[in-house]
């Protein structure tokens, strides 16, 4: 019953992460103190009722699960929030959580060989967030244009939008970089980490635009919050279980 109710607890906080991520691509600090805080309520009770048999899994889950995420924050795999979300996580739920609702014991596809449950949820969002791109292709698919068969990886990451449009929007990197040779040549190229677009960069793509250098539209890369991919982990990991030992065993086995 705790495992639930840790479970329905936890799901406020993440949905409203996700909204803050969303809007800002930040997420406060307050958010995951005040988790930590309610929760340490469900910490305090394990500890009294599991003694030594919850503490030992509490530290490992704890130590393991920040050692990764320092590290991964400090390679800028993710950003704090996430950081501190997943850190979180790995305290209220030192040991995976099972649980029986209607005769069905979840999660469904069983327990994994490592029974980290935030490993767990960032195994299965890093997962899910392989599915970013075809699904970026598919909306591309859907809004088809000439242009994009001259760049047709350029469909797996981004989307074209018209350049009097981007002040509209927040959260996008430019795709293309323009540079202008000496012989007024404009050259384009692949932004690899796409380049954050703001307000000195519109008036020089409007110029390059009125001399018909350029389209009118660009390619663009939208700025993804992890946070949604955490939580899609999250709630797989609790209903469904390990997607990816699940995904291995199943190829192995055939």
Not at 31 to 55: C, D, N, Q, R
Not at 189 to 216: H, M, S, T, V, W
Request: glycine share 10%; net charge positive.
């Amino acid at each position: 019953m705790i495992e639930i109710l840790k479970i329905l607890f936890s799901m406020p906080f993440l949905l409203y992460s996700c909204y803050s991520d969303l809007e800002s691509r930040r997420v406060s600090n307050k958010v995951w103190k005040s988790m930590l805080a309610a929760g340490s309520v469900f910490v305090l009770y394990e500890l009294f009722t599991g003694g030594i048999s919850h503490l030992m899994p509490l530290v490992l889950s704890g130590v393991l699960v920040f050692t990764v995420v320092y590290i991964l924050f400090q390679l800028g795999a993710f950003g704090g929030g996430d950081a501190k979300g997943l850190i979180v996580l790995s305290i209220l739920f030192p040991t995976y959580p099972v649980f029986k609702i209607s005769g069905e014991i979840y999660p469904l596809l069983g327990l994994p060989p490592v029974g980290l449950f935030t490993f767990t949820v960032l195994g299965n969002a890093l997962l899910l967030t392989t599915l970013v791109p075809l699904g970026m292709f598919c909306y591309n698919l859907l809004h088809f244009s000439p242009e994009m068969v001259r760049k047709p990886l350029y469909m797996f990451i981004g989307y074209r939008t018209e350049i009097s449009s981007l002040k509209h929007k927040k959260h996008l990197g430019l795709l293309e970089k323009f540079e202008l040779d000496e012989t007024g040549t404009l050259k384009r190229g692949l932004a690899r980490a796409g380049l954050n677009f703001d307000a000195d960069q519109k008036p020089e793509l409007e110029e390059y635009l009125k001399k018909g250098l350029i389209g009118k539209d660009i390619w663009v890369t939208p700025g993804l919050p992890f946070m949604l991919s955490l939580t899609a982990g999250f709630i797989t990991a609790v209903i469904l279980g390990d997607l990816i030992f699940y995904t291995v065993m199943r190829f192995i086995t055939g």
